[in-house]
């Protein structure tokens, strides 16, 4: 999971989004959405494996993106608040139990 990570680190250091980062998070959670699909659905042992891999691509892609534009577009003032709201709510979605 962590060479996912790395991957989309190396990834966003040559590539930036500066005009397009609303575009980039939106492909990213589409992205994160088809590899949960494809891994609930994974044949065999070996597609199960790697997909996490691009999930965590999927990830890092979704909040470098979404942190900088928050960031950007905050006041000042206010961005330990907008930034601690962007974790709490971050968090809750990760942790919250899908409804069946």
């Known amino acids: 999971m962590a060479a996912g990570m790395i991957v989309a680190g190396v990834l966003h250091s040559f590539w930036n989004p500066r005009h397009k980062r609303l575009r980039t998070i ?49 006041d000042p003032a206010r961005m330990g608040r907008v930034m601690s709201l962007n974790a709490v709510a971050s968090l809750a979605w990760r942790r919250s139990p899908l409804p069946s």
């Open 26 to 74: 939106v492909f990213a959670i589409a992205f994160q959405g088809v590899c949960e699909v494809a891994l609930a659905h994974a044949p065999h042992l070996a597609v199960a494996m790697s997909l996490p891999l691009r999930l965590r691509v999927g990830i890092v892609s979704n909040n470098v993106p979404m942190v900088s534009l928050l960031q950007e577009a905050s």
